[in-house]
């Protein structure tokens, strides 16, 4: 059984493996980018790339190919986090995996699926370019649960993000444990 982190427009960097290390040391990160970092000299450029290369649904493949058809835990931020949705909800799913999933914005243009296994979705209340009650609204299904956490932006969660709020994501880090390690009881670990 694995546990993905499944990274945002900013890659994997030393920031966010300190952050997900209390999860414990068997984390297979995965990032939109080959290696280390971000390619790109700015967010804006980053999204754009990954948005003209059909980065999103790669990326998608790549949660896929990583998790071979087996069980898995995703934890996923942003641009990670709308990929992780598009593999909850495609053939390759495993149903005894389990998502939590933050601030995954272009989660919007695929509301419409239905993942395989459960899903929490995280979403900050501010967004630039939706309103995440809207999507919360839209998103409630069998299988999905989905929150707003109050007084955030998108990018809570991310050390890299200027929108980051470092007690809320160790608070955040301590829940994602509970329910790692909830998940890894069902499973008989």
Not at 3 to 8: F, L, W
Not at 82 to 87: G, N, R
Request: include cysteine.
């Amino acid at each position: 059984m694995k546990t993905i982190i499944a990274c945002d427009i900013h890659g994997i960097h030393a920031e966010l493996r300190a952050l997900c290390a209390p999860l414990g040391e068997a984390l297979t990160f995965l990032s939109p980018w080959e290696g280390e970092g971000c390619p790109f000299a700015s967010e804006a450029l980053a999204h754009q790339a990954l948005i003209a290369e059909r980065g999103i649904e790669t990326y998608a493949d790549r949660i896929a190919e990583c998790a071979a058809g087996e069980p898995v835990f995703l934890i996923a931020f942003s641009v990670g986090a709308t990929a992780a949705w598009l593999h909850a909800c495609s053939g390759e799913a495993h149903p005894e995996s389990a998502a939590v999933l933050f601030y995954g914005s272009r989660i919007r243009e695929h509301a419409q699926r239905v993942p395989k296994f459960p899903v929490e979705a995280i979403f900050a209340e501010r967004e630039a370019s939706f309103e995440p009650a809207a999507l919360v609204a839209a998103l409630k299904r069998e299988r999905v649960r989905c929150a707003i956490v109050p007084g955030t932006a998108h990018g809570f969660m991310n050390p890299c993000s200027v929108n980051f709020v470092p007690d809320l994501a160790d608070r955040w880090v301590g829940e994602i444990g509970k329910r790692l390690d909830a998940w890894s009881a069902h499973q008989g670990l």
